[in-house]
DNA sequence: TGTAGCATGTAAGCCGTTACATGATTGA
DNA sequence: TCAATCATGTAACGGCTTACATGCTACA
């Protein structure tokens, strides 16, 4: 049956089980947004806030969740773990023989350097630059996350997915570096 | 006023600039669309059929774009041909110091691995040789795009975007490789 | 004769975003 | 007391895809 999720809800539905190894309550929406701007960000998407709950909700339908209460005082709050069905349909999705799609790359600054001629060489090394410098940031950003999952077993291939991520990064920096170099030289 | 074209469409835009160097008569929908098969789709997106005969429309409308009736005989066909004021919105656009974002990595590859403590080791390293051939073929498509462009000033840029691509997939390819070695080691 | 390629479109629908709205708690 | 953070949602809309529909032309 392998019910139809979307990529994002399978996703999330991974990082529910990823907690349900380390922790027993659970997740709010919130936590799990901030779950997923820490780690499915660098290769995926961080859904909006709405997304999120538009998820959950769907996860909830379907019964791979379980929907707690905990609303403290008059603070409402809901926290969502993965169930028996959750997992079962995870593990359903690993299985599958995947076709599903390579990888897509969505990529302003090539976008802008096929039509480096029509401007300037000194316009096009500023994007690069431009370029350069949010990549810096970008991968300091997931140093940070790769530093805290350290050599927990348990968090081996998150980090191993880190370890991905990082080294993209270091390849994009060394590509635009060259590409930079030779639009100096030849214009 | 830097019209507020999407991405895809300044896409498509700079493709009909580039075609404007190089032919007269412009390009079909049909032709765009292939255009972008070669080329678009290793770093941006190839959009459907469909959407190309809508943006079309829209830069029709926008005045940005000039068509002409091609139809021969019975045949029905449109050529779209960039106009001046085509050009210039597009100069504008490069010129515009982009905030774009960074790209995005859609990976489901690393979506995968990051739960694969969930499956075997073999069912990892099976997905893994799975994309590292069609990592494979991808980067042939490109090279035989990268060799057409060969060595004319005029398509300079765009030659340089096949050879990021290639750096890409190249470098895709070894940390594949090296992480497939690692989990056959570790588990 | 029929299939592949050329050429153009409409309709329905999913995924995801931004904008908007609400309210509680914590700490400066 | 005010801002930041926690927490949850609704509404509107854009971008893009798939499925469907049409018809011509070249070629095996």
Do not use: C
């Amino acid at each position: 049956m392998s019910a139809g999720l979307s990529m994002t809800s399978y996703a999330l539905l991974g990082l529910l089980a990823l907690d349900s190894r380390t922790r027993e309550h659970g997740l709010t929406g919130y936590e799990l947004k901030q779950r997923a701007d820490r780690t499915l960000r660098f290769y995926w998407v961080s859904p909006a806030m709405s997304q999120i709950y538009t998820e959950l909700d769907r996860l909830a339908v379907q019964d791979f969740v379980d929907t707690a209460d905990a609303t403290e005082g008059r603070r409402r709050a809901r926290r969502f773990t993965i169930n028996d069905a959750g997992h079962a349909a995870l593990l359903d999705w690993l299985a599958t023989p995947p076709d599903d799609p390579l990888p897509i790359l969505k990529h302003p600054v090539a976008l802008r350097l096929m039509l480096g001629a029509m401007t300037s060489p000194e316009s096009v090394v500023g994007v690069l630059d431009d370029y350069l410098e949010k990549l810096a940031t970008r991968r300091s950003e997931l140093q940070e996350v790769r530093d805290v999952l350290a050599d927990q077993q348990e968090l081996r291939y998150p980090a191993r997915v880190a370890d991905w991520g990082l080294a993209y990064f270091d390849s994009e920096h060394d590509i635009t570096e060259r590409l930079r170099g030779d639009i100096d030289e030849r214009g």
